[in-house]
């Protein structure tokens, strides 16, 4: 038996942040979610694949486009010319609702549409059976767990998985599951949600393919897809990345002794010339310079430098980087900060830094049913947020303090 395992492709959502007017760059950027869909069809063709498992967030809306729909419709009926199979369960965000679809699902996708546990058989083209259980969202959240709810293995076929959109954990609002949970004779639980590619157990296997293509820069870490082949007791897996646009974090330092002639030039062509892992690539610089002076300067004009940059870039790469932000580094100097030490600052943050009092400070926020609907925050995103905001404090203190000496 031989699948691919994929989940999260999200794929009616759009890049955050990409401020260009550049007409090309926009278009190119709509159909990256769609070659990312054909090139998973295109690698179940390759590797003849019995069938592909979509664990879940295939869209990104629980209201999908008709357009979307469409489109994904036609990419499995490409594989029905395969005889591929594709068996499909929805998750939080594209939760199951009926009547919301409005085409036939084609004849060799087999749908989980109910928030029940339920199992399928399908026959692969050697006549082999293989039992496949899992669930789907019908409601954005699942607060119980659902492992417990699975059958044990079904002795009157050759195989036996199950397909989980969930997350880790006692709580929570993803269908919360522990690992040991999972019913170890299964021979493969398809896993999804979490958009970091991941294996989480080994026997039985559990893994999270992660996202195929990541939206935003805290998505970097998705390979996507799972290539899995079963022969007896005998499990074989490996990653394939698939992703168009690729997140990236550079480091430039800005030398003292660069003239400023030569600054912007420097930047631009320090990352036209890098090597770059995909066709599109989100850029974040963190520009690191070398005298407080030209630390303020670079401040006091980032907006534009950063629109220059993204605008040049995109010509002269032709559509290969995308610049999503300059972030530059703050540098240790002895000057005060409007007559403060500029550690100062770093202390007023310190207790923002501490995640319960973050969440103490914005608990009003964060329980706005769109506002919980729409965003979580995970401590790696506390931390940054903090030490932004602290960075943004100290930029203008810093700023004000200069421009008035
Ligand atoms: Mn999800």
């Not at 002076?293 to 006091?300: F, T």
């Amino acid at each position: 038996m031989k699948f691919i395992h994929t989940a999260d492709l999200h794929i009616d959502q759009p890049f955050a942040n990409v401020t260009t007017d550049d007409a090309g760059f926009q278009q190119e950027l709509q159909q990256v979610n769609h070659a990312v869909l054909k090139k998973i069809v295109n690698q179940c063709i390759e590797e003849s694949v019995d069938f592909l498992l979509v664990v879940g967030d295939t869209f990104h809306q629980a209201r999908s486009s008709i357009y979307t729909q469409e489109f994904i419709m036609n990419e499995f009926k490409r594989l029905e010319e395969y005889g591929i199979q594709v068996i499909m369960s929805f998750g939080n965000h594209d939760y199951y609702t009926e009547n919301r679809y409005w085409f036939e699902w084609p004849e060799n996708v087999t749908l989980f549409t109910k928030e029940e546990v339920t199992t399928k058989v399908i026959t692969l083209k050697n006549n082999e059976a293989v039992a496949i259980s899992g669930f789907s969202y019908e409601h954005q959240w699942i607060t119980q767990d659902k492992a417990l709810d699975y059958p044990e293995r079904d002795l009157d076929t050759t195989y036996h998985i199950g397909l989980y959109h969930g997350e880790i954990g006692s709580t929570g609002q993803y269908a919360p599951f522990l690992v040991s949970e999972l019913n170890p004779r299964y021979d493969y639980w398809a896993l999804g949600h979490i958009h970091k590619s991941e294996k989480i157990s080994t026997h039985p296997l559990a893994i999270y393919p992660g996202i195929p293509q990541g939206h935003t820069k805290k998505e970097k870490n998705g390979q996507g897809i799972v290539l899995v082949e079963v022969e007896s007791n005998q499990v074989d897996y490996r990653f394939i990345p698939v992703s168009i646009v690729g997140f990236e974090t550079i480091e430039m330092t800005l030398k003292e002794d660069l003239e400023r002639h030569l600054y912007l030039s420097k930047l631009i062509a320090g990352m036209a010339q890098k090597d770059w892992a995909c066709p599109i690539n989100f850029v974040t610089v963190v520009v690191k310079p070398v005298t407080g002076q030209l630390m303020s300067e670079l401040i006091a004009e980032k907006e534009e430098i950063l629109h220059y940059l993204q605008t040049k870039l995109l010509q002269q790469t032709a559509g290969n980087i995308w610049l999503m932000d300059l972030v530059i580094e703050s540098v240790e100097t002895d000057k005060l900060i409007m007559g403060f030490d500029a550690s100062l600052i770093d202390d007023l943050s310190a207790p923002f830094a501490k995640k319960d009092e973050f969440y103490k400070l914005a608990k009003d926020i964060l329980q706005q049913p769109v506002i919980a609907a729409n965003i979580q925050f995970d401590e790696e995103d506390v931390k940054l947020m903090v030490q932004e905001s602290t960075q943004l404090v100290k930029d203008k203190m810093i700023f004000k303090n200069e421009a008035s000496q």
